[in-house]
T-cell receptor, first 115, second 113 residues
């Protein structure tokens, strides 16, 4: 298995532009998570899905952020409009709850810079 | 809400010295997971502890879950430069239903060769 795949690896965009981050979880995993990591705030959970259904989006900063999971093999995190304070590394992770002890598998992340 | 503390925030050690990081929760936990993130990398799952007082070893790494299931520790014996990175604990509160994992702030380890 190729693991959790995120794209793009790096994104530089201008303030006000729309940004879409993509994630392909590990096949068979039924949970998908979006995290944001910054020096100041550490690893923050933004939203997570179970069987493609959003379960908890309480970590989404504001209405500018939205996430979808149209099927078991794809998820997107969209920021519209983007702001400089959104600059961070965004990680996608997936897990299989039944496989207790295996933890989360993280993707390599997308480093977002908003200028 | 759940509060998770990790101490120390940073640790610099000479290669060959031991290292310990502690994770403390304000609430009783079901399980706790530990992750390692190398500089510029992504978090990688290390282990999960489930039982009160549980101790697990992975080569030079020893993980312990407190008797009250409110704290945990990671101890590295004779650190090597490959141990450099940030170590996160990830407490899990509920056993019977899925609960979101909130990562601790992490302990950043530097190893001086």
């Amino acid at each position: 298995d190729a693991g959790v795949i995120q794209s793009p690896r790096h994104e530089v965009t201008e303030m006000g532009q729309e940004v879409t981050l993509r994630c392909k979880p590990i096949s068979g995993h039924d949970y998908l998570f979006w995290y944001r990591q910054t020096m100041m705030r550490g690893l923050e959970l933004l939203i997570y899905f179970n069987n493609n259904v959003p379960i908890d989006d309480s970590g989404m900063p504001e209405d500018r952020f939205s996430a979808k999971m149209p099927n078991a093999s794809f998820s997107t995190l969209k920021i519209q409009p983007s702001e400089p304070r959104d600059s961070a590394v965004y990680f996608c992770a997936s897990s299989f709850w039944g496989a207790i002890g295996y933890g989360y598998t993280f993707g390599s992340g997308t480093r977002l810079t908003v200028v | 809400g759940q509060q998770v503390m990790q101490i120390p925030q940073y640790q610099h050690v000479q290669e060959g010295e031991d290292f310990t990081t502690y994770c403390n929760s304000s609430t009783t936990l079901s399980n706790i997971q530990w992750y390692k993130q190398r500089p510029g990398g992504h978090p990688v799952f290390l282990i999960q502890l489930v039982k009160s007082g549980e101790v697990k070893k992975q080569k030079r790494l020893t993980f312990q879950f407190g008797e009250a299931k409110k704290n945990s520790s990671l101890h590295i014996t004779a650190t090597q430069t490959t141990d450099v990175g940030t170590y996160f604990c990830a407490p899990i509160r509920m056993k019977t239903s899925y609960d979101k994992v909130i990562f601790g702030p992490g302990t950043s380890l530097s190893v001086i060769p």
